[in-house]
């Protein structure tokens, strides 16, 4: 709605042209009136109008003067001059001054005013959608050029640019103004997202990416000229420039200030913990790729030093992570056999041991993610294997790989590792609880894959487990569901299928690997247990 304002000294005059038309079907409201050009000028500095009406001639201060001294005070407002038939040479000044439209006080009818207000209000309404459009095109290009800006940047850092011509050129060209006498780059690292429910979907993710970079963006242009951008998840580089009048201890001291500040405003404004890596300070623009891999070896450091440190490269450069070996193929071995006999203490040895691997070695991020990543895996064997503990109703291995990329700190993969631990802990004790027999049943069955290359006595195995071998084929049975002989075929059957499968050995060559003397009894097995020969299975992989 289009707000107007009434300046005359006549009052019959002001509630002539108030009631003369219904104000609100042209979108109009009047909301003030004035009897001289000095309250004229006091109303519109107080309503800020879109439309003025005034009248030419009045006492104090006249509709000319009133226009001139609000158009040298820039108003936006419109002017609707009035005035007698022999003031022409008046409206003929006020035209001059800006005035839009002009009425002759004794021929304003219904139908005259209502077109000139229309004719106002259409300008008023073309000169707003011209502005919106300008200020839409600008926004595109703060924007176009924002992100040439960071894009060319991105370019330095990873020593895409390489002569120093081009290098200023270009800064030149997008109004990068960076003392290349003494810069340096600071990353930002978020190690934890607190509430991270909340960033699922791909626009709240956009939506913090936002809200980090901006709020970085004008930290850091507290203290130094800057330009902040993302530069992959979870990363955001700031390229920075100091002053040279300003001392090593200054500039140290207003960086470690930024750092902190950094911290706890994206922690109070964005809900995330991160850390800060800073480079030294270098004096040619081209060593930027030089600077982002030092504060990318600082950040790194977070990973040992936890959340929320400033780490900068000339204080921790004397590290040297991923140097020692984290093999942990032995752990991996002893956690399969410590569960195949339901031996907890046992596997919480074997997890005190991964964890003290990693207390031991300057071990990388990566290198703590794959570790993390053969546990994983070696979980899932075990859930597939087939064997009777319920491993997968406790472990989601598919869950665990998703939680790894998450561990952004050493103490994240520890209680990571307690976790599995706990959980792993949990599966055995529950199920040695429940029936000691099933412990025994369990150490039979590993008896089993361990020999299968062997010919297997029942008499072999229950003497084994110390167990008569009536008693235990008996309780096998009862908990199995099938008889000895008949779970021995199946796991022997089930290796020679592999074997097969494999192209690589005959069939009596299978037959002996899978502890069987005779081929012909072999294939005998094979047709019972699977309902097709070798040589048909095979022709079928084929």
């Known amino acids: 709605m289009y707000r107007i304002i009434i300046v005359d000294d006549e009052a019959l005059s002001r509630i002539g042209l108030k009631s003369m038309i219904p104000w609100e079907s042209l979108d109009c409201e009047v909301l003030g009136e004035a009897c001289n050009g000095e309250e004229g000028i006091r109303l519109v500095e107080n309503l800020q109008p879109d439309i003025v009406i005034t009248d030419i001639k009045m006492p104090v201060m006249d509709g000319l003067e009133m226009i001139r001294r609000l158009k040298s005070s820039h108003t936006k407002a419109k002017f609707i001059v009035l005035s007698s038939y022999d003031e022409f040479h008046l409206v003929k000044e006020a035209m001059k001054l800006g005035a839009e439209e002009y009425l002759i006080k004794l021929d304003i009818d219904p139908d005259i005013l209502s077109k000139t207000i229309r004719s106002v209000c259409e300008k008023l309404f073309a000169e707003a959608e011209e502005d919106r459009q300008r200020r839409i095109l600008d926004m595109h290009a703060r924007i176009n050029m924002d992100a040439a800006r960071k894009d ?19 800064m030149r060209h997008l109004g990068i103004k960076l003392n290349d006498q003494s810069f340096g780059i600071l990353v930002i690292e978020i190690i934890e997202v607190v509430d991270r429910i909340k960033y699922q979907s791909e626009e709240d993710i956009a939506l913090l990416d936002f809200c980090v970079e901006n709020v970085a963006s004008e930290v850091a242009n507290d203290f130094f000229n800057s330009y902040t951008f993302k530069y992959n998840d979870h990363q955001y580089v700031i390229v920075f420039s100091t002053e040279n009048s300003a001392t ?20 109070h404004y964005a809900n995330v913990f991160v850390s800060v890596g800073v480079s030294n300070l270098h004096t040619q ?3 930027l790729s030089l600077a982002f891999k030092e504060s990318l070896f600082a950040a790194e ?9 400033i780490l900068i490269y000339k204080d921790v450069r004397q590290y040297e992570t991923g140097s020692k070996d984290v093999n942990i193929s032995r752990q991996l071995v002893e956690l399969k056999d410590a569960f195949d006999y339901l031996d907890a203490e046992r596997i919480i040895s074997v997890f005190s ?10 071990i990388s991020k990566t290198q703590a993610h794959e570790l993390c990543s053969h546990i994983a895996y070696k979980l899932m064997e075990m859930s597939e294997s087939g064997r009777d503990l319920p491993v997968d109703a406790f472990i989601d291995a598919n869950n665990l790989y998703k939680e790894i990329p998450a561990l952004n700190t050493l103490e994240n993969t520890f209680h990571w590792l307690d976790n599995v631990r706990n959980r792993l802990v949990e599966i055995v004790k529950s199920n040695k609880d429940q029936n000691q027999n099933s412990i025994l049943i369990q150490k039979a069955k590993k008896y089993i894959s361990e020999h299968i290359s062997k010919e297997i006595m029942l008499s072999e195995v229950a003497g084994f487990l110390n167990m008569s071998h009536c ?15 008949d779970y021995v075929a199946k796991v022997k059957i089930a290796e020679a299928q592999k074997l097969l499968k494999k192209g690589k050995y005959k069939i009596y060559e299978v037959a002996e690997m899978t502890g069987y003397e005779n081929a012909y009894y072999f294939s005998r097995v094979f047709k019972k247990v699977t309902g097709s020969t070798p040589k048909e299975y095979m022709e079928s992989e084929a």
């Open 248 to 267: 090593s201890e200054e500039t140290d001291e207003k960086i470690e200030k930024m750092g902190k500040r950094l911290i706890t405003t994206l922690d």
């Open 353 to 362: 041991s991964v964890a003290n691997m990693l207390r031991d070695a300057s």
């Open 152 to 170: 060319f940047l991105k370019k330095l850092l990873n020593k895409m640019v390489i002569t120093n011509k081009d290098i200023h050129e270009n």
């Open 285 to 287: 623009i081209a060593d």
């Open 301 to 309: 450091r977070s990973f040992l030093q936890g959340r929320g440190k």
């Open 471 to 485: 008693y235990f084929s008996t309780v096998f049975k009862q908990i199995t569901g099938e008889s000895f002989s």
